[in-house]
């Protein structure tokens, strides 16, 4: 049976020892945040994942969700699993505190979902889309909505989704069919398919809130091939009354739910919309005026604020799968004896050594670990600039650049090695890790849609290059390279240091340079940027990691040389931080001379 245990001390040593957020008091959200409180929480989520969310993972694999007549379930256990989480208020952390939430900054929700997507991710995929959805209303709802029902999905009595995709548009929203038409009560009807929507239908609540985009059709009725017309809807699947009252279903029925390679316990849904009611979230588009140029509409940034969130949330998956999948394989290499130590025997008195003894297992191992461990604390890093950036600290503007520069690199990179994570835990194994009882190749299905959904991963790549760097004549880059520098400059003459300041500022050069030649390359032919995106995602991705792993040495080594009691811990992190140094950054030159090498063979192949 596949295990998993809330990583704790590691939560403890990123908020606590790395970020000090007992510091951070001014910022918004952070003021309660008491150690008292932030271990209270820890604890009690890590025990939930653990007890509850974790047991009902691989059954729900196996017998997965259903559709019969119509109807949806959910696996068995899950209806009642729904029903603790919402009770014990998990679904209620982050949520407007006049909406009846806990109003606690995203630091901790993200912790909190981290634990629960690595417990069992098809569940916490309900109650994570369900919290885009209310943060979506609760930002661009009517009073009425907010009361009536924002703060049931706050609660857990309802659920919520993002729908966007149709069959014939993904990434390219321009091409979206789904049209909603202005009835007199300024209601709209909303007609369309939407495909592969997460919770679109199911057995846990008794009513759902999508969250909708649609076209509005020109007075003609025509729809155009852009996003001017896009804007976003609420569309209940039973009716609610702005006095709260639940009325008729609406137009909305379940086509069926996919059958699919991972995430089986989730319900990805096909939605037909046949004139259902719906209600436009945001100010009312204004159409232009004839010869004027077509802008996205005013409605497109309720979706790209949800969509923002859900990125971030998706990269914590690769980082919460990551994590179980890492757990699983440290254990099996614990039990399974298999050759022996290169060196000579580690067990004489035994038929064969642990598979850990081996030099390749450990690599394996070793990959994993830093992958996790330091994607969290750049994933906790950027929680805290998002809220410095709502601070009125004078570094406010600089945190938003960073935040913003850092969510499409948490979701890519994340993901990306989350995903290897995975298969390295899996190769662990050996055969054993291909056959479905052990567990462990859940992980890689489940894992695997992480690279794709909420925009596929070379979609990220292209936001990061094509829009991130370039904002505000590159501030965000100059912001993170200064940083980064800073560091540098203050640890450069620490002799303890100098093994993280040589790999970061190898790093560092690498990502530099490649920016600059983006910069120079990629304006004059758009392929040039194109075809090393994925590469620069992945240089940033290692590049900032390799500066959290340098700054987590540097706690470490002050924690060992003031005689820690848990000493062990903290030699763990000098080894990953080692291996991040010694296998991770030699990539970056690589990735340099790839993107110099521009996209002519790439956009020569036919
Ligand atoms: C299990 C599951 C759950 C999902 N949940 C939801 C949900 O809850 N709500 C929702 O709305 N959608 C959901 N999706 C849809 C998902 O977000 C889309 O599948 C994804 O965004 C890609 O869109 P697409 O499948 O249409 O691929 P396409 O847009 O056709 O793209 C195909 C591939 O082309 C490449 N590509 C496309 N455009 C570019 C570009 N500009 N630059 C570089 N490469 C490009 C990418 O490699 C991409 O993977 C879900 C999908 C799955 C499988």
């Not at 009690?44 to 259903?66: M, R, T, W, Y």
């Not at 976003?232 to 909305?252: L, S, T, Y």
């Not at 900032?544 to 062990?568: I, S």
Request: proline share 5%; aromatic share 8%.
């Amino acid at each position: 049976m596949p295990i998993y245990r809330a990583p704790l001390d590691d939560y403890r040593f990123v908020l606590n020892e790395l970020l000090e957020i007992d510091k951070q008091r001014d910022l918004p959200g952070y003021a309660d945040l008491t150690p008292d409180l932030v271990e209270d929480i820890l604890v009690n989520a890590g025990k939930f994942c653990e007890e509850v969310l974790q047991p009902i993972n691989q059954s729900g694999d196996e017998e997965g969700a259903h559709f019969e007549n119509g109807v949806v379930r959910t696996p068995k256990g899950f209806k009642e699993a729904y029903k603790a989480y919402s009770d014990a208020g998990w679904g209620a952390l982050g949520a407007p505190a006049d909406l009846g939430g806990a109003d606690l900054p995203i630091s901790i929700t993200m912790a909190v979902g981290e634990m629960a997507m690595a417990a069992n991710q098809s569940f916490a995929m309900y109650p994570g889309l369900t919290s885009a959805a209310y943060s979506a209303l609760a930002a661009t709802g009517l009073p009425w909505m907010r009361e009536h029902i924002a703060k049931k999905m706050i609660s857990g009595e309802w659920c919520g989704t993002m729908c966007l995709t149709e069959p014939g548009c993904g990434t390219d929203l321009r091409l979206m069919k789904t049209r909603a038409v202005e009835q007199p009560d300024g209601t709209y009807k909303l007609t369309g398919t939407k495909i592969f929507i997460s919770g679109g239908d199911h057995d846990l609540t008794d009513n759902i809130i999508h969250m909708v985009i649609a076209k509005i059709p020109d007075p003609d009725g025509q729809i155009h091939d852009d996003l001017s017309t896009v804007n976003f809807f609420m569309v209940p699947k039973f009716i609610v009354g702005e006095d709260g009252k639940v009325g008729a279903r609406n137009g909305v029925t379940t086509g069926g739910i996919e059958k699919k390679m991972g995430i089986k316990a989730q319900a990805t849904c096909v939605l037909n919309f046949d004139e259902a009611t719906a209600w436009r979230l945001g100010p009312k588009p204004t159409p232009p005026k004839p010869g004027e140029k077509r802008h996205s509409s005013a409605g497109m940034a309720g979706m790209f604020g949800m969509m923002n969130g859900a990125r971030l949330g998706v990269g914590i998956q690769g980082i919460a799968i990551g994590e179980v999948a890492y757990q699983n394989g440290y254990a099996y290499v614990h039990e399974r004896r298999v050759g022996r130590a290169l060196t000579g025997p580690a067990e004489p008195g035994e038929s064969a050594d642990l598979e850990i003894v081996h030099p390749d297992v450990k690599r394996m191992l070793l990959h994993s670990k830093s992958f996790v461990e330091g994607a969290r604390a750049l994933a906790m890093w950027t929680t805290l600039n998002m809220a410095v950036a709502h601070s009125s600290r004078p570094d406010a503007e600089a945190a938003g650049l960073l935040a913003d520069l850092m969510t499409p690199v948490l979701k890519a990179f994340c993901t990306d090695m989350g995903f290897e994570a995975a298969n390295l835990a899996m190769q662990c194994y050996g055969g054993h890790g291909y056959i479905r009882d052990n567990g462990v190749e859940q992980f890689v299905r489940d894992g695997r849609i992480n690279q794709t959904y909420e925009g596929a991963n070379g979609v990220q790549a292209m936001d990061l290059v094509g829009r991130k760097l370039g904002r505000k004549g590159g501030a965000a880059p100059f912001a993170l390279f200064g940083q980064i520098n800073g560091w540098l400059e203050e640890n450069g003459k620490d002799e303890a240091m100098a093994p993280y300041v040589k790999g970061i500022k190898r790093g560092l050069d690498a990502l530099q340079g490649a920016t600059l030649w983006l910069a120079q390359n990629g304006l004059a032919n758009p392929n040039n940027a194109g075809a090393g995106a994925y590469d620069y995602l992945r240089m940033m991705g290692i590049v900032v990691t390799a500066w959290m792993w340098g700054r987590m040495a540097k706690v470490a080594n002050a924690k060992l040389a003031a005689g820690q009691d848990d000493p062990a811990f903290y030699k763990g992190k000098i080894t990953s931080a080692k291996y991040w140094m010694e296998r991770m950054i030699p990539e970056c030159p690589m990735l340099l001379e790839r993107i110099q090498a521009g996209a002519d063979t790439v956009m020569a192949f036919e």
